[in-house]
């Protein structure tokens, strides 16, 4: 298995959850798993570390990191600007095929959200976001995006957000007024709508996170934001 390889697998687990916070991640364990020297995934390990998707504890082992408090909040601030930025240059292109593409997003969306499946949702979610970046048609946003969304490993804090009562329902309406400001090719509105749903996700975000703390299940009262 090539270096690259090992790198993108090891990011994946870390940034999907499978590789939940705290995890040690042995180097001996890896090397078997994936079939090759210990070499190979101690230089994926420093790469993840230079990311800060992991931390190295000296004379105990490599771990999974959690982002604090403080940088879980400074990385939301930093994905409202982005995402908001690429919104309203995507509003600017017209009728180009990641319009298209977000159409559809959100058509499948409301699909999944009458049906209540939450995991098809999640990843539309990522779908809808990606797009966006994409479609804004700017390589060094698009660069520094993914390495922000590796840090903040969104996937996890999306489904823990979807589990909160009426989330669902509020992120579909979001996704759609996002849409619609961009058909129009109102860059304002498409920025200003983009950032307002990234706001509604950090305080959803916070909210899961509360309970999370708290062991206890999130109370049924209505719409989250």
């Known amino acids: 298995m090539q270096e690259g390889t090992i790198l993108e697998r090891l990011r994946d687990m870390v940034v999907s959850g499978s590789a939940p916070p705290g995890e040690l991640l042995g180097e001996i364990a890896l090397a078997q798993e994936f079939e090759v020297s210990r070499t190979p995934v101690r230089e994926a390990l420093k790469q993840l570390e230079r990311e800060g998707l992991v931390e190295v504890r000296p004379r105990v082992g490599t771990f999974v990191r959690k982002p604090t408090e403080r940088e879980i909040l ?23 095929a990641e319009l298209r593409i977000l159409r559809q997003n959100v058509a499948d969306e409301s699909a999944v959200v009458e049906a209540g499946d939450a995991r098809a949702y999640a990843t539309l979610v990522h779908e809808f976001h990606h797009t966006l970046v994409t479609g804004a048609d700017n390589q060094k946003l698009a660069e520094h995006y993914a390495l922000l969304m590796n840090q903040l490993a969104y996937h996890r804090i999306v489904t823990q957000t979807l589990a909160l ?47 999370e703390h708290d062991g206890g299940a999130v109370p049924a009262t209505g719409d989250q934001a």
Do not use: Y
């Open 74 to 96: 400074e990385l939301f601030q930093l994905k409202e600007s982005l995402e908001g930025l690429a919104a309203g240059l995507l509003a600017q292109r017209g009728e180009v």
């Open 165 to 211: 009562p009426g989330r669902l329902g509020a992120s579909l309406s979001e996704h759609g007024r996002i849409l619609a400001a961009i058909e129009s090719k109102d860059a304002l509105a498409a920025e200003f709508a983009t950032r307002n749903h990234v706001a509604q996700s950090r305080q959803a975000a916070t909210l899961a996170r509360i309970h």
